[in-house]
């Protein structure tokens, strides 16, 4: 299957500074990536779509101008953490579909573990 | 909106067994896929089955198997001959096919006991 890598896998930062995330997808193109922000012990929430070339879309009580994503080319995706914050800490997971024939494909990315100190 | 319910917060099962994860979702969309991934303790995603919405027959993958009712909006997931190496937590989610949104359950964390 396809490769979606992430980096950093492990981040601390001090609260009130910004962290960028990047997503890569490293043998296919990705017009569309999503991010997700898992808990511990929870399931996986989606944050926002990341659309190539165009805005991302935010879902329902995320924070635009707390987590700014960019997708600059079909293999790239970053989501920046802006003025951090303890509660920000969280496991960040990054996506990338796509259609082969009648079927989907999702694959998900290793992870990055943000803790905010 | 799309929900996916997974009940069963936790299960085990005797290596060698069988057991069957429960997932139900609620839509309003007629095309969709549906997943169930693992998540072992190294946190990465793993698909273990996929169904598509239009098809009728249910999904098999070795030992992994699917029953799919689609007018029940139910989506089980059977694991034959239970390894040690599937202990794990199983997401079932929900795609829908505007836009590719991917909807997860809450998650069942299932132990393998040797």
């Known amino acids: 299957g396809a490769v979606v890598s992430q980096h950093p896998s492990w981040v601390i930062c001090k609260s009130g500074t910004s962290v960028k995330i990047e997503c890569r997808s490293l043998?296919?193109?990705?017009?569309?990536m999503f991010w997700y922000r898992q808990f511990p012990k929870q399931s996986l929430m989606l944050m926002a779509t990341s659309n190539e070339g165009s805005k991302a879309t935010y879902e329902q009580g995320v924070e635009k101008d707390k987590f700014l994503i960019n997708h600059a080319s079909l293999t790239l995706s970053t989501l920046t953490v802006t003025s951090a914050h303890p509660e920000d800490s969280s496991f960040y997971i990054c996506s990338a579909g796509r259609q082969r024939g009648p079927s989907y494909e999702q694959y998900f990315g290793p992870g990055t573990r943000l803790t905010v100190t | 909106a799309q929900t996916v319910t997974q009940s069963q917060p936790e299960m085990s099962v005797q290596e060698a067994e069988t057991v069957t994860l429960s997932c139900t979702y609620d839509t309003s969309e007629n095309n969709y896929y549906l997943f169930w991934y693992k998540q072992p303790p190294s946190r990465q995603m793993i698909l273990v089955i996929r169904q598509e919405a239009y098809k009728q027959q249910n999904a098999t993958e070795n030992r992994f198997s699917v029953n799919f009712q689609k007018a029940a909006k139910s989506f089980s997931l059977k694991i034959s001959d239970s390894q040690l190496g599937d202990t794990a937590m199983y997401f079932c989610a929900f795609t829908y096919t505007g836009g590719f949104k991917t909807i997860f359950g809450a998650g069942t964390r299932l132990f393998v006991k040797a």
């Open positions: 043998d296919f193109q990705a017009t569309t």
